[in-house]
């Protein structure tokens, strides 16, 4: 009996033991953040929280390291805070932008990047505005292209999400286009009330995709916040037989 018990003690001080030794590997100590920003306008590039644009990652110095990746947020910055100092390869890539070369970046404890690209579309002189009367929400813009590609198509997105984009939204009008367009042509979408709900706000964005670019990701412009309320919504009067 006696040598059993000094047995199960042998097997527990084992045990306490190694679990110790794991415990005495290093945490990581470095954080990587920073932006994806327009290369001749220096603004942000957004994105799509869920479905936008991704860093792929590699820490160098091991052999068959693994890819890691970053997503972007939706005003197009990005933060990974467990990182281990050292030395990394960095690309941005399969977004609404053209990817960025292969970098090389020491990272030890805080460190700010920016990525520097061109969007395939750049979305301007956007207005959105809500007519109460109505029931309708208006958004004009015009599309810059940056990409020769033909625009596949645009939207507009609404959720109550301040993240909303084509993962998340509640309501979407599109339009088709297929076509290059002028800086010059104004677009217009409208979106009724009618299915959201009344006395909440929504956040509502514009949306534009172009065509024949393998995994390109929607272009958005910055989402604007419209308190809704459908109470004076004028029914439009029957159609006449």
Known sequence: MKSRV????????????GSCELDNYDSPDAQFFGSVIDDE???PIRQDLIEGSRIDYVEMGFENPNIRQIRFHTDGTFRENNLFSGTYEVQALRGNFFSTEKTTIDIQGETEY???ALPYIRIRNVDVAFDEIRGMVTAT???????????ASVHLITDRNPNVSNSIRSAMVSRTVNAVVSPERTFRLEMSTENLVS???YFFRVAALISGI??????YSVPVRLAIDNSKVVPEPPAKE
């Open 6 to 17: 000094i047995l199960y003690v042998n097997i527990l001080l084992g045990l306490c033991l």
């Open 41 to 43: 306008t220096d603004e």
């Open 114 to 116: 920016h990525f520097r």
């Open 141 to 151: 813009f015009t599309l810059d292209q940056v990409s020769g590609n033909a625009i």
């Open 199 to 201: 006395g909440k706000d």
């Open 214 to 219: 393998g995994e390109a990701k929607h272009n």
